[in-house]
Antibody
């Protein structure tokens, strides 16, 4: 079945750029039926959608993060990536990647999710 | 931004009892609502989409209802594995989550 796995540094310094990659296995990232998304969860808090990307490169970004977020896709590696610039302690969170279900071009819910990776912003 | 408000924040229920969780949207989201279950140290798992359609493999004791701005997730008879945090998410206008309801053992 489809699996997603996040990877990247677990510690990032303030003002630097957080970079994570999600590797998709058991299915193609180039499917026309899905976007691919990033969601984060600060410790002990709720979930926040960060952004989503289609295999063609079309993106949606959370307006509250848009100025700092870049999501890209590499179909040859079946991966998509997140970059979040100018990070602060408030960006400390578990970062999840997930398949973003798309039906007739409309993007809906997330399923399945990767296991998540904790990124701590600290000097 | 559509704000999703879940209540209560914590629900204490005995095994075998019924649990009713609420989710309210700041404006109508039609039936464009999903529910997720999250256990400690795990990723969220999709339970319900379209406000009332169970995802693949989800037991029938989980049911969703509602439309517009008011939604309910009901767990008819709580099993030990159901104690977790539950989130609602709207996908009518961008994608936002509620703050979660923790279902704990009474």
């Amino acid at each position: 079945q489809l699996q997603l796995q996040e990877s990247g540094p677990g510690l990032v310094k303030p003002s630097e750029t957080l970079s994570l990659t999600c590797t998709v296995s058991g299915g193609s990232i180039s499917s026309s039926s899905y976007y691919w998304g990033w969601i984060r969860q600060p410790p002990g808090k709720g979930l926040e959608w960060i952004g989503s990307i289609y295999y063609s490169g079309s993106t949606y970004y959370n307006p509250s993060l848009k100025s700092r977020v870049t999501i890209s896709v590499d179909t040859s590696k079946n991966q998509f990536s997140l970059k979040l610039s100018s990070v602060t302690a408030a960006d400390t969170a578990v970062y999840y990647c997930a398949r973003h279900i798309t039906i007739f071009g409309v993007v809906h819910w997330f399923d399945p999710w990767g296991q998540g990776t904790l990124v701590t912003v600290s000097s | 931004e559509i704000v999703m408000t879940q209540s209560p924040a914590t629900l204490s229920v005995s095994p075998g009892e019924r649990a009713t969780l609420s989710c309210r949207a700041s404006q109508s989201v039609s039936s464009n609502l999903a529910w997720y279950q999250q256990k400690p140290g795990q990723a969220p798992r999709l339970l319900i989409y379209g406000a009332s359609t169970r995802a693949t493999g989800i037991p029938a004791r989980f049911s969703g209802s509602g439309s517009g701005t008011e939604f309910t997730l009901t767990i008819s008879s709580l099993q030990s594995e159901d104690f977790a945090v539950y989130y609602c998410q709207q996908y009518n206008n961008w994608w936002t989550f509620g703050q979660g309801t923790k279902v704990e053992i009474k």
